[in-house]
C-alpha cells in the first residue's frame, strides 16, 4: 500500500501486453506488430482511449429487468451482459466514480485486459482506514463479446480471492457497475518486474536477486497449483517488486482453474483463457499456443522464461513464441553463473514440450534449489556413519600436515585451493539454498591448505548461516545439521558451533564420538 502522495505510475511495455482476440465471428482480425507485441484486439478507437484519460463522471446505472425477472442487482445477471444498461456518452478516466465508491485518481497501468488506476475507497475514507486507497482494475470490453467469459471469470476471481499468499496480491471483491466490470486489488508501491529487466538489459540481475525473485514468484504459482489453478499469463508484467523487496504475482483473478487430481471439484464451466486469446506469445508454452487444455507445466516454461531474463538480461529464445522457437532450433545458451544443478533445472523448465518440464511450479523450485539447507545437511549428515574409510581418508590423507606457507604448495595445490575459495564465495553469493555447496568448496580448500585465513572466513561464515536457518528445526533436524558442521575439523573448535550444539543437544553429546564423527586418530 502506499499513501496518497507517492503511488508509481505504471505503463507496461507492449511487448509485455496480453493478447485478446477477436471473438468468433468478428470481421476485424488484426495481427500484432512484433513476436511478442501484444495488442488488444479489436484495438479502442484512438479518441476513446484519449478520453480514458480526462475526468468525466460515471454516474450510476440500473440493471435492464430482464422478461423473466431476477434480481436487480449491479453484481448479478452475468449471463446476459447484453442486456446492462448503460450510458452511452459516460467514459472512465480519472475523476470518474466506480459504484458511488471508488474514485479513480490516476491511470496506473494499461494492458489487454483493461486500465488499472489507483482509486479512494470511500467507504474505507469514512471509516478512517489508515490505507484508504485500492487498485481497481476496469476489464476491457472484449470481455462481454464472449458469451461464457464474464460468469466464469467472476467465478474464478472469487476463487483468486482465496489465494491467500504473501507473493500473491490480494484480490478484494470482483464486481460490475452496469456495464463496468471491474476488480478491486491491493494498493502496491513500486514497480513491475518488465521494467527492472528492461533496466539491466544485456546483463541481468546479480544472481542473489534474480534467483530471490525467481524464488518467491515460483512459491506463489506453486501455491496457487495446489489448488489446480494454473496462471496462464504468468510474465514479467504480471509480477511486482514492491519497495520493501516484496515479490507479488499479479492478475490471477483472470487466471484459469484446471480440473485434475489437483482439483476434481472445479467448475466444468471455466475461464478458458485460450478462448479469448488471452496469452502473450513471447511467454506462452507451446500447447497454450496450440490452444490445448492448461497444466501447471505450463506456468513452469514462463517461469523459467522470466528467470532467464531476470539472470541475463535477455530473453532465451529472442522473444520469439516457442513454436517459432522451435522450428528454428533455437537453444538459449547456458546460464554461466549458475551452477550445474540449476542450469539443468532451468534448461528443463525451458523445454518446448510440456512432458519434458517440471510438473509443477513446486517441483521446479526444488529441482532449482535442491532441498532446504536445513534439510540437505540432514540428508548429508546421515552417510557420515557410513564413511568411515573414505572420511578418515579425507581429514588425515588430503590435508598438509604440519601448515607450511601457501607459496610452499605445489602450483596446482595453490590453484585448486584459489579455486574453491572462489566457487565457495559465488555459491555463498546464492543465497542460503546454495550453502551446501559453499560449505564443501570451503572445506575442500581447508584441506589443501588447513588454517587458511581465507577457508576459515569461509567455514565461519557458512556455519553461521546453517546456525541461523536451523533456529526453527525440530530437535533431530538441528542435531543433524550440528554433526554436518562439527564434523569439519575447524569448526568442531568454532565457538558457535559449540554453544549451539550443547544448548541444542547438551555437552555430552558434543564431542566426535556423540556427534557420530569418524575417527581422525587411528588408520584404516
Aim: hydrophobic share 40%; charged share 25%; aromatic share 6%.
Amino acid at each position: 500500500m502506499t499513501d496518497g502522495t507517492d503511488a508509481t505510475r505504471i505503463k507496461p511495455a507492449a511487448a509485455d501486453a496480453t493478447r485478446i482476440e477477436p471473438a468468433a465471428g468478428d470481421a476485424t482480425r488484426l495481427k500484432p506488430g512484433t513476436a511478442d507485441s501484444t495488442a488488444v484486439k479489436p484495438a479502442a478507437p484512438p479518441e476513446r482511449v484519449a478520453a480514458a484519460e480526462r475526468s468525466a463522471p460515471l454516474e450510476a446505472t440500473r440493471l435492464k429487468a430482464r422478461p423473466t425477472g431476477g434480481p436487480a442487482s449491479t453484481g448479478s445477471d452475468w449471463s446476459h451482459p447484453e442486456e446492462w444498461e448503460s450510458r452511452g456518452d459516460a467514459v472512465l478516466g480519472p475523476g470518474s466514480v466506480v459504484k458511488q465508491r471508488f474514485a479513480l485518481e490516476s491511470v496506473l497501468g494499461r494492458g489487454g485486459m483493461g486500465v488499472v488506476y489507483r482509486a479512494l475507497d470511500r467507504r474505507k475514507q469514512e471509516a478512517q482506514d489508515r490505507e484508504p486507497y485500492v487498485a481497481i482494475k476496469i476489464l476491457g470490453e472484449e470481455f462481454r463479446r464472449h458469451p461464457n467469459a464474464l460468469i466464469a471469470l467472476q467465478r474464478e476471481a472469487r476463487k483468486a480471492q482465496a489465494l491467500a499468499h504473501p507473493n500473491v496480491i490480494t484480490v478484494h471483491d470482483f464486481d460490475r457497475d452496469g456495464t463496468t466490470v471491474y476488480m478491486t486489488m491491493e494498493l502496491l508501491d513500486g514497480e513491475p518486474l518488465n521494467k527492472v529487466i528492461a533496466a539491466h538489459a544485456d546483463r541481468g540481475l546479480p544472481p542473489e536477486k534474480a534467483l530471490a525473485i525467481v524464488h518467491s514468484a515460483a512459491e506463489a504459482l506453486a501455491y496457487a497449483h495446489k489448488k489446480g489453478i494454473v496462471h496462464s499469463d504468468f510474465k514479467p508484467g504480471n509480477v511486482f517488486l514492491t519497495r520493501r523487496g516484496e515479490v507479488k504475482v499479479l492478475d490471477f483473478g483472470i487466471a484459469r482453474a484446471v480440473p485434475t487430481q489437483l482439483a476434481p471439484d472445479a467448475d466444468d464451466t471455466v475461464f478458458d483463457a485460450a478462448a479469448l486469446g488471452a496469452l502473450t506469445p513471447s511467454y506462452a508454452s507451446l500447447e497454450m499456443l496450440r490452444g490445448e487444455p492448461p497444466a501447471p507445466a505450463d506456468d513452469v516454461y514462463a517461469l523459467a522464461v522470466v528467470a532467464y531474463e531476470l539472470l541475463t538480461g535477455r530473453h532465451p529464445f529472442d522473444r520469439l513464441p516457442a513454436d517459432r522457437a522451435r522450428v528454428e532450433g533455437l537453444a538459449p545458451p547456458a546460464v554461466a553463473e549458475l551452477p550445474r544443478r540449476q542450469r539443468k533445472a532451468l534448461a528443463r523448465a525451458l523445454s518446448f514440450e510440456r512432458a519434458a518440464r517440471q510438473p509443477d511450479a513446486g517441483a521446479f523450485l526444488r529441482e532449482l534449489e535442491g532441498p532446504s539447507p536445513v534439510r540437505k545437511a540432514a540428508y548429508a549428515s546421515a552417510l557420515v556413519l557410513l564413511a568411515g574409510i573414505a572420511a578418515y581418508a579425507f581429514y588425515s590423507g588430503s590435508q598438509l600436515k604440519p601448515d607450511v606457507p601457501f607459496s610452499d604448495l605445489p602450483p596446482q595445490a595453490q590453484q585448486q585451493f584459489n579455486e574453491d575459495v572462489e566457487q565457495g564465495e559465488k555459491a555463498l553469493g546464492f543465497g542460503d539454498f546454495a550453502l551446501n555447496d559453499a560449505f564443501d568448496y570451503f572445506s575442500r580448500a581447508y584441506d589443501i591448505h588447513r588454517n587458511n585465513p581465507r577457508a576459515v572466513d569461509g567455514l565461519e561464515r557458512v556455519a553461521d548461516r546453517f546456525l541461523k536457518s536451523m533456529a526453527s528445526a525440530d530437535r533431530e533436524t538441528q542435531r543433524n545439521v550440528l554433526r554436518k558442521l562439527y564434523c569439519q575439523e575447524y569448526l568442531s573448535g568454532y565457538a558457535p558451533v559449540d554453544k549451539a550444539c550443547e544448548s541444542a543437544l547438551g555437552a555430552r553429546q558434543c564431542t566426535f564420538e556423540g556427534m557420530g564423527c569418524p575417527s581422525r586418530d587411528t588408520g584404516p
